[in-house]
């Protein structure tokens, strides 16, 4: 299942904050290499998970990390604009923005793409949910394909390198009928990415009516 | 329709704490609300609060120390998604007894925070305050929500200028589907059109409307998209 979860309540999760932190660091450390700090338990953190950051989290069965991605305002400190800034030209401070970062995808998972899109799905339905216009998100060449198939691309506004380096920065719209496409693909109804929504915000409708 | 626009009129004249406290009032006034409060805390601990309750109950919240039991402050300072009062847990004795005395000082039963992040590590919150039954209070924040979203964070950045915040950046920068309305707009294309276009409702497109016409500081539609083509922020 799908859970919203700022920092300070996942600590109420040991469990799911360990195997998230160890599977970050699988993943961005070991497999993509990226300069990420790993720290003496085996943890992936960075300066953005002290903000206390909404984590969005595909909890599997057993109570273990499947799948996650981070959330933070863009009127705070993003990574986008305190390091990415030069892709996009200009920082992007806006109230209804968010900046999406760590999207990550457990080694355990036994189907990947699967939680990919559950987490897609469930992002969809944060931003819809709470009448955000747009997530925005530095991602990689590897990335696209996935978003593509999904029929949920960003639009891209900047690159740089090439190849395997290369890096993006891209937005993502928050339409309502995305739901019902990413759901689709997810396997799982619209209602039930509508329940993990209201379980987490305690919100039956949408904040705005889009 | 122009509330906002009349609102934003007063809110850019203000210069001072005082100016903007009394802005605060007549928002209040304006949406027929019981209370309106605007907290902020920066990243050394300062704080800034201009808000409707009554000294004496600002005095004894200050005094108890009621920020530590508070939901409403304990539920929203760590978060950043906009917050019913009704979904925070109150089924503490200490916030029950809380939640009487506040009432007896003249709170109503409904509420709604904003809570804002703001640059350096600077914190705000916006709470409006009412006394109604929930079907009512479900209708106002359905149909202000967005206006209040869009407020609060024009509150913060008032705030911050007045206190001379030298993290802010000189103007704000329209949004991607801003940009899209306003650039639709000036090629004179009807919001039904647009709407189309955009694939988003109305309702939608006059929320981008408002906060491009906000951030613009235009008194009206035609001002905000003749502004964003001599600032070079849409090409037609």
């Keep these: 299942m799908i859970r919203y979860l700022y920092a300070d309540q996942l600590l109420a999760f040991p469990k799911l904050r ?109 931003g819809v949910g709470l009448g955000l216009s747009h997530a925005v998100g530095v991602f990689d060449a590897r990335m696209i394909r996935i978003y593509r198939q999904l029929g949920w691309p960003p639009e891209v506004l900047g690159t740089e390198g090439k190849g395997r380096e290369e890096i993006s920065a891209g937005l993502w719209e928050f339409r309502p009928e995305l739901l019902a496409q990413l759901a689709t693909k997810a396997g799982v109804s619209k209602d039930v990415a509508a329940h993990w929504f209201a379980r987490a915000f305690g919100l039956e409708r949408t904040m705005i009516a889009a | 329709m122009n509330r906002l626009v009349d609102m934003q009129d007063a809110l850019s004249q203000a210069t001072t704490l005082e100016e903007f406290q009394t802005f605060v009032e007549n928002l209040r006034d304006v949406y027929d609300l019981e209370h309106l409060v605007y907290h902020s805390v920066n990243s050394t601990g300062g704080q800034y609060a201009a808000l409707t309750y009554k000294p004496d109950w600002v005095e004894r919240y200050i005094e108890q120390d009621y920020a530590r039991i508070d939901p409403v402050v304990q539920g929203c300072y760590r978060q950043f998604q906009p917050i019913e009062w009704k979904t925070l847990d109150w089924s503490a004795k200490a916030s029950r007894a809380f939640l009487g005395e506040a009432g007896e000082a003249g709170l109503g039963n409904q509420g709604f925070s904003v809570p804002i992040r703001g640059p350096s590590g600077q914190f705000a919150l916006v709470s409006v305050n009412h006394k109604c039954n929930d079907e009512m209070w479900a209708s106002f924040t359905s149909e202000r929500a967005a206006d209040l979203l869009l407020i609060s964070h024009y509150l913060n950045e008032k705030a911050l200028q007045i206190e001379g915040n030298p993290h802010r950046g000189p103007t704000r920068s329209l949004s991607p589907r801003e940009k899209d309305t306003l650039t639709l707009l000036a090629t004179g294309a009807n919001r039904a059109n647009i709407a189309e276009t955009l694939k988003i409702s109305e309702s939608t497109l006059r929320v981008y409307i408002e906060s491009a016409r906000f951030k613009l500081g235009a008194a009206n539609t035609t001002h905000a998209v003749a502004m964003a083509l001599t600032h070079g922020l849409i090409v037609v």
């Design chain 1, 18 to 126: 360990e195997s998230m932190l160890k599977d970050r660091a699988v993943q961005f450390h070991q497999r993509l290499k990226w300069e990420v700090t790993i720290d003496a338990n085996g943890y992936e953190q960075d300066q953005y998970d002290l903000l206390n950051p909404l984590y969005v989290i595909w909890e599997t069965a057993a109570g273990l990390h499947g799948g996650s991605m981070r959330f933070l305002p863009t009127a705070g400190a993003t990574m986008l604009n305190d390091f990415f800034s030069h892709l996009n030209g200009q920082p992007v401070s806006d109230d209804r923005i968010w900046e999406t970062t760590r999207f990550c995808i457990s080694p355990n998972a036994p189907d990947g793409s699967r939680v990919a899109a559950l987490l897609m799905l469930a992002g969809a339905q944060l």
